[in-house]
């Protein structure tokens, strides 16, 4: 959107295009820039793709493609050694610099603006939120000024893209001035999202949260939308740091004067336990009762950390009268082409049968505790239990524990009562190493496992379709379908649906 602005009808006037996906339309014409946007380092292959288009859309010339954002900035020297993308321009970090050097642009061969040496950065510039209107996908962030009152961040997490990205913490210019040129431009919008990852470091805090004030988001602010009023909503939507907050309550009041839905509060490993429970403690005092976070896992952490942490905002929930919804967040190394990653006290069967239970939850933790005993078991072992049950028997709780599939659920668990601790590793074991489709051919000693083998087989799709009609036909009062949470504060990727 700042590149849009850069090029269009305020900037250098050109014609201008936006596409999301490869959009075959834009190959009829001849283009003098395609920039490519790359965000999640593990989309590789998709990335790779639309690059590959976008070389198509530029009549093979890889000196108009430019490619930039995340993964472009994490994987630079991957994307610059693919041969087939020589001439391609891989930008790593910001466009913070003016735009004929952030951009690369070569003055010899006249390109296009390379004499653009003293140009306002296109980081600095206002998004185009004109562009939004030429695709069909309607963007969650299309209502809400977005921005960031800082970059950068204090800390090093050693898990975490962030200080690669964009190194140590700083402020931004003024909020208001970017917010009064987006409602100039593109009319008010409802809310205000701030990608800050970790506002509460910065010196200037009180001062930022003085602005949003200022600037209509103050707490319970309103506004009319189809001639009613609507809440509008601050969201700091990378999370806020639980090792600062705990510090002084004041960091927690501060967030209360302003419209801030959800509190999100990142609970990364149980070893952040008491500040993570200080910090929540403080925002049940100041009145903040919506909150949600980012858990981490498949890092350090074990299943039963993540359990226990999940568990720790149930109880926390009960206690303080407040709801907690978590978003459990897959690890996976920065630099790595793909999902693959393991962490070494996981396995590829706990991870896809975690999978399996988000997926049923759309990767959402409800804070209700009814609902998070029955989708996470009541105790550290009864969701290592689940974890090692057959997939559809995950899949489809409710056919098996409660519904038509009751039996075969029971003859399963008389069968895996009799399993010492050391068969169900080795069964656990042996199915991590194979994918679904090659469960068959697992071998065993033991007659107990090679006896029990028979319910990890998959079904078809046919038996599984059969399954699901049935079970809609006899459905139960309960569902594990999770309390609706609006679609701009759900987690936009969370590899729920990629193979592990
Ligand atoms: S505090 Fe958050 S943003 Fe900062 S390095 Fe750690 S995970 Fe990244």
């Known amino acids: 959107m700042k590149l849009a602005q850069y090029h269009g009808p305020d900037g250098k006037r050109d014609n201008v295009r936006f596409v999301k996906g490869e959009d075959r339309s834009v190959l009829d014409q001849a283009w003098d820039r395609i920039y490519v946007a790359t965000l999640f380092s593990f989309e590789w292959k998709k990335t790779g793709d639309a690059v590959d288009f976008a070389i198509a859309a530029a009549g093979g010339q890889t000196n108009k493609v430019f490619v930039g954002g995340i993964a472009a900035s994490l994987m630079h020297e991957a994307y610059c050694a693919e041969r087939k993308w020589r001439g391609v321009r891989f930008i790593r970090g910001l466009l913070d610099s003016p735009p004929a050097e952030a951009l690369q642009l070569d003055e010899f061969s006249e390109e296009l603006y390379s004499d653009d040496v003293n140009g306002e ?77 970790n506002v509460v470091a910065s010196h200037r805090f009180r001062e930022i949260t003085a602005e949003i004030r200022d600037l209509g988001f103050q707490a319970g602010a309103s506004i009319v939308r189809n001639e009613r009023s609507i809440q509008r909503r601050v969201d700091f939507n990378q999370g806020v740091d639980a090792r600062i907050l705990c510090k002084d309550p004041m960091y927690l009041d501060e967030l209360a004067t302003i419209c801030i839905d959800p509190l999100r509060i990142a609970f990364d490993h149980w070893g952040l336990r008491k500040p993570y429970e200080q910090a929540i403690r403080f925002s049940a005092d100041a009145g903040l009762h919506k909150l949600s976070n980012y858990m981490l896992y498949n890092f350090k952490d074990s299943p039963g950390d993540l359990y226990q942490r999940m568990r720790l905002n149930i109880d926390l929930n009960e206690a303080l009268g407040i709801r907690i919804f978590s978003f459990p967040m897959r690890y996976q ?78 003859s399963y668990q008389n069968e895996w009562r009799k399993l010492t601790k050391e068969n169900k590793s080795e069964l656990i074991g042996k199915l991590s190493s194979l994918v679904p489709s090659q469960y068959h051919s697992a071998k065993f000693r033991s007659p107990k496992l090679r006896s029990i083998l028979k319910y990890y087989l998959p079904k078809s799709h046919a038996e599984l379709r059969e399954l699901w009609n049935e079970r809609n036909r006899q459905r139960s009062a309960y569902d594990l379908v999770s309390e609706a949470i609006p679609r701009d504060e759900l987690v936009e990727d969370a590899g729920l649906k990629e193979a592990v």
């Open 121 to 197: 950065p296109i980081e600095n510039l206002i998004p185009d939120y004109s562009i939004l209107s030429q695709v069909s996908y309607e963007y969650p962030v299309n209502d809400a000024y977005f921005t960031y009152a800082s970059r950068g961040c204090v800390r090093k997490c050693k898990f975490c893209g962030v200080p690669k990205l964009e190194g140590a913490q700083r402020d931004t210019e003024s909020l208001s001035r970017i917010i009064t040129t987006i409602e100039e431009k593109y009319g008010t919008k409802k809310d205000l999202i701030l990608m800050d990852n």
């Open 333 to 410: 190394p920065v630099n790595l082409k793909d999902r693959s990653h393991i962490g070494p006290l996981w396995n590829r069967y706990f991870l896809r049968s975690l999978q399996l239970i988000l997926q049923a939850t759309h990767g959402v933790v409800s804070g209700a505790p009814n609902f998070f005993r029955r989708a996470f078991g009541e105790s550290e072992d009864e969701f290592a239990e689940l974890l090692m049950r057959p997939e559809h028997f995950i899949f489809n709780r409710d056919w098996y524990e409660e519904l038509g599939g009751r039996a075969e659920f029971d």
